[in-house]
């Protein structure tokens, strides 16, 4: 087995030395080995420029370095019958839930008034929001959604997950299909977004879909920075139907110096690190997926490229 690892802007190093480790016995390059082109079966990586994929004649999989695909898919020379294999990591989905409910809580218990206050010198005290005003919607219903969801319970949040086809998770309310989006963001006080970025979901949180929150809503978005339409967040916000909005993902990254989001009072913004696959995690999935694809079978993490994940 032959795998080449092109993870820029991720560096590259720490995946080589995982791939290594995992399986010393399969040879692993960088594009800086100049490899030969035919020996390639395998390729781990997070974007491609046009034009890279044609120059492998024996690609048989094309490995993500996370658990989003939507970079990898949108290659137009992507060969049609190529597998595709993204990660699923069980401690990425635990710590996006710790930064979903530190955020929640940074709004929710009213951090930033206090912060304020401090700065004042001024001690004075408010009401804690009532739990009938911290519902929680969640956009989606993988991984992520289920242990963000699986964490607000125990808070005593009631949670209600959204996703395309209907699904039943116990002990919690899940809405189905398009219609069905209308009735969560009407009764989410605290709205999650952790879907994946496919034509479906581009521009999602547009103003119409923001608007439906209740007024005083929070938007807390870890899924893909596409999903937001970040002017129409702006409007909302400027007009105080929304409350605050903390994103970890944005539509360029990274966020350009002069974007009003690094500096408007109601928004936390972070570097896209709300969780991060490991690169031992990487490693061994994306060597799994090699040998289910040598062995003629499908990798167990295998995207499906018409649903986009």
């Avoid at 590259?12 to 995992?22: D, E, G, K």
Wanted: charged content about 20%; aromatic content about 6%.
């Amino acid at each position: 087995m032959a795998i080449l690892v092109l993870s820029a802007p991720l560096p590259a190093a720490p995946f080589v030395a995982a791939l290594r480790a995992a399986a010393p016995e399969v040879q692993v390059w960088t594009d800086a080995d100049a490899p030969p082109p035919e020996a390639v079966e395998a390729i781990l990586a997070w974007r491609l420029k046009p034009g890279q994929l044609s120059a492998y004649p024996n690609l048989r999989l094309l490995c993500s370095t996370g658990a989003g695909v939507e970079k990898l898919l949108s290659v137009p020379d992507l060969p049609p019958g190529l597998p595709v294999s993204r990660v699923v990591d069980p401690m990425q989905a635990r710590t996006m839930a710790q930064y979903v409910i530190a955020c929640a809580l940074h709004f929710s218990r009213d951090l930033p008034l206090y912060a304020a206050q401090q700065a004042r010198a001024e001690w004075r005290r408010h009401p804690v929001r009532p739990p009938e005003r911290c519902r929680v919607g969640i956009l989606g219903q993988g991984a992520v959604a289920q242990a963000v969801a699986a964490a607000f319970v125990p808070l005593g949040y009631s949670v209600t997950l959204w996703g395309r086809h209907a699904k039943q998770f116990a002990g919690l309310h899940s809405l189905a299909g398009a219609a069905a989006l209308a009735q969560l963001l009407a009764c989410s006080d605290l709205l999650v977004c952790t879907l994946p970025l496919t034509e479906a979901t581009q521009g999602l949180l547009n103003r119409e879909r923001l608007a439906q929150l209740p007024r005083g809503a929070v938007l807390i978005n870890v899924g893909r920075g596409g999903h937001l339409v970040e002017d129409d967040l702006q409007d909302l916000l400027d007009e105080g139907h929304l409350a605050g909005a903390a994103l970890d993902v944005f539509e360029r990254e990274p966020l350009p110096a002069e974007s009003w989001l690094w500096r408007h009072p109601k928004v936390l913004a972070t570097p896209h690190i709300a969780g991060e696959a490991r690169e031992a995690v990487v490693a061994e999935q994306c060597l799994e997926a090699l040998r289910a694809v040598r062995a003629g079978r499908p990798p167990e993490w295998a995207v499906d490229r018409e649903a986009g994940y």
